[in-house]
Nanobody, 122 residues
Framework: QVQLVESGGGSVQAGGSLRLSCAAS????????RGWFRQAPGKEREFVAAIYWSAGTTYYADSVKGRFTISRDNAKNTVYLQMNSLKPEDTAVYYC???????????????WGQGTQVTVSS
């Protein structure tokens, strides 16, 4: 089992920045990929970004490219999502996930955090 705990959500005005963190514990050797998804009210959960833990290769949804950056700290077993130039449409609950491969659908990810709210006001 892998436990994921997110932190860093909050409220910010459009154009502002937030950094989310996701700390992992447990059998993290099986979590080859760490990803971020988000879900706005009434919408499906959507892919935001992912990183291969060993190689550091990153992937982004088109909607966040150039604004969001995913990174990792191996020593802390933590993945980060730096979010800049935030827009009201970025408002959602953000979830950290871990799984075997980078896919942009939530199904194949085995482990999920509890989610953290991000609210961007105009």
């Amino acid at each position: 089992q892998v436990q994921l705990v997110e932190s860093g959500g909050g409220s910010v005005q459009a154009g502002g920045s937030l950094r989310l963190s996701c700390a992992a514990s447990g059998r993290t050797s099986s979590a080859f990929v760490r990803g971020w998804f988000r879900q706005a009210p009434g919408k499906e959960r959507e892919f935001v970004a992912a990183i291969y833990w060993s190689a550091g290769t990153t992937y982004y949804a088109d909607s966040v490219k150039g604004r969001f950056t995913i990174s990792r700290d191996n020593a802390k077993n933590t993945v980060y999502l730096q979010m800049n130039s935030l827009k009201p449409e970025d408002t959602a609950v953000y979830y950290c996930a871990a799984g075997p491969n980078v896919v942009t659908t939530p199904g194949p990810y085995n482990y999920w955090g509890q989610g953290t709210q991000v609210t961007v006001s105009s």
